[in-house]
């Protein structure tokens, strides 16, 4: 059976489609907060054939994001679709999620009836007032914390919720979050500000690092650190009684390039095969061509063989990516 692996020899497994980088949240740390954007969304058959594809060379894991994927109408049919996909080894497609939760609580037992397994919820504080001020979105905070809960009792599990740190926004918020995961039965991962926003105002100084977000929950309760998967992003904690998963993504003060399995498929159609590509291969343009499933197959393979060896932030000769996060797909 034939199976993606780079050219250092990692072998590529997790899949992320953005569907949409429409947005109903302006968040300080993604976009502008301007209005009159253009937006790229292809038609779900698109994005299903690439899939297709790509299971067949060994994708295991589909991550559908955005933008803010609810915002779709047909995202549920396009994961019923997904969830009739088999893995090489026979398996089902470990099928996830990633949403802002404002829509959430209507949707969610429909995705699950749908196939989907996971769900991740980005919620960058537990005080409403500050998730407000993040989000640009007055009011917004209730309607996710029901989102969250929503796919509790959906079964969407388990539910991850996101907290991206910024300091001056929201770096008050650790143990609040660690309150909130223990008593919610969420698993909480923070993540390390990275240089993808469209304001372009990233600096190290603004990045809250694992080593300070650790020894700020410790402060709170003991710690220890628990086994994770070598291609997982996060490094995973949980506290001394077993109550409460932490996870901190740490792509900036640690980076985890070395065993990434992951290539992204953009809203338009283009491959990236890091966050922090410079580059993009654009696979729909063979699909408009007439391209065969052959066809797909041999360009798949000839770009994964061009993924990058690791991203170089904080270098000097780091170039920021090509494009933004929401343009990218989370």
């Known amino acids: 059976m034939e199976r993606l692996y780079d050219k250092f020899g990692r072998q590529i497994t997790d899949l992320r489609i953005a569907i949409t980088d429409r947005c ?30 790509l299971v067949s060379l060994g994708i295991e894991k589909v991550r559908i994001t ?49 196939g989907l397994g996971r769900v991740t919820v980005s919620m960058d504080a537990v005080d409403p007032e500050k998730f407000a001020r993040i989000t640009r979105v007055p009011h917004s905070y209730h309607a ?22 910024l300091r001056g926004f929201n ?34 100084e603004v990045v809250v690092g694992l080593d300070e977000i650790v020894a700020t929950l410790a402060s709170f309760r ?12 996060a490094r995973r904690y949980v506290f001394d009684d077993g109550a409460g998963e932490i996870g901190i993504i740490a792509p900036v ?22 966050l922090f590509s410079v580059f993009e291969h654009d696979v729909v343009q063979l699909i408009r061509r007439g ?3 052959g066809d797909l197959r041999a360009f798949l393979q000839r770009v994964v063989m061009k993924k990058e060896e690791r991203h170089h932030i904080g270098e000097p000769d780091f170039v920021p990516a090509s494009r933004t996060m929401v343009h990218i797909g989370g």
């Open 222 to 233: 003991p710690i220890r650190e628990i086994p994770h998967g070598r291609s997982e992003t």
């Open 253 to 274: 003060t640690h980076p985890f390039c070395g065993h990434c399995s992951r290539i992204r498929l953009t809203s338009d159609g283009k491959i990236r095969t890091c």
């Open 291 to 293: 391209a065969s499933d």
């Open 144 to 165: 996710v914390l029901a989102g969250v809960r929503a796919a509790q009792r959906a079964g969407l599990d388990p539910v991850k919720v996101n907290c991206v740190l």
């Open 66 to 114: 955005g933008g803010e994927p609810l915002l779709r109408k047909g995202v549920v049919d396009f994961i019923r679709d997904l969830s009739q996909l088999r893995s090489l080894d026979g398996n089902r497609l470990d099928l996830a999620i990633t949403t802002n939760g404002h829509l959430l609580a209507e949707m969610a037992a429909p995705l699950k009836d749908a």
């Open 24 to 53: 109903n949240y302006k968040c300080v740390y993604c976009r502008t907060g301007n209005n009159g954007a253009q937006f790229s969304e292809l038609p779900f058959s698109d994005y299903f054939r690439i899939a297709h594809v």
């Open 171 to 204: 770096e008050d918020q650790i143990v609040p979050f660690a309150k909130f995961a223990r008593d919610e039965g969420v698993i909480l991962r923070f993540i390390e500000f990275m240089p993808l926003e469209e304001d372009r105002v990233w600096s190290p």
